[in-house]
């Protein structure tokens, strides 16, 4: 007889997802932000959800461990988020503080000129969550 185990995984996420609007390419995004807000990202390996859908990812990490990710929502082949096609890029960000400094920090994207639309999306509703989790391979 066969015994089946299930995992539930019911924890709440720790990161926060902003969803970006803007017609320019990543790397410019990037640095619009790292001038304006006083970051530091850096291009990471592209994140991988499958074996043809590839999308571009910067991060930063603070002193203070506050981490940054963007990714793009779409490749040649797909949206890292079907449900939300018209959603150019994703921020993620790690923040024992998000809730205090949340509306600065919006406010602040919202004044780059080349950012049409930010808002926080409710990661509850999102189907494909699991696709904002990361396996990076430390050596």
Same mark, same amino acid.
């Given at each position: ?8 995984? &019911? ?17 410019? /995004? ?16 592209d994140h991988r959800i499958k074996e043809e /859908? ?20 779409? &490749? ?30 919006? &406010? ?32």
């Amino acid at each position: 007889m066969k015994t089946r185990l299930t995992l539930d995984c &019911s924890g709440e996420l720790d990161f926060a997802v902003l969803a970006i609007n803007s017609h320019i390419k990543a790397y410019k /995004l990037c640095w619009n932000i790292n001038k304006l807000l006083k970051l530091n990202f850096e291009k990471k390996k592209d994140h991988r959800i499958k074996e043809e /859908l590839w999308f571009a990812r910067y991060m930063y990490v603070c002193d203070d461990d506050v981490e940054y990710t963007l990714l793009a929502n779409h &490749s040649k082949k797909g949206c890292l988020i079907p449900s939300q096609k018209s959603v150019n890029f994703f921020l993620l960000i790690k923040n024992d503080y998000w809730q205090q400094e949340k509306t600065e920090f919006i &406010s602040k994207l919202r004044e780059i000129k080349d950012i049409l639309l930010v808002f926080e999306l409710d990661t509850k509703l999102i189907k494909h969550i699991d696709r904002f989790i990361f396996n990076d391979k430390k050596n």
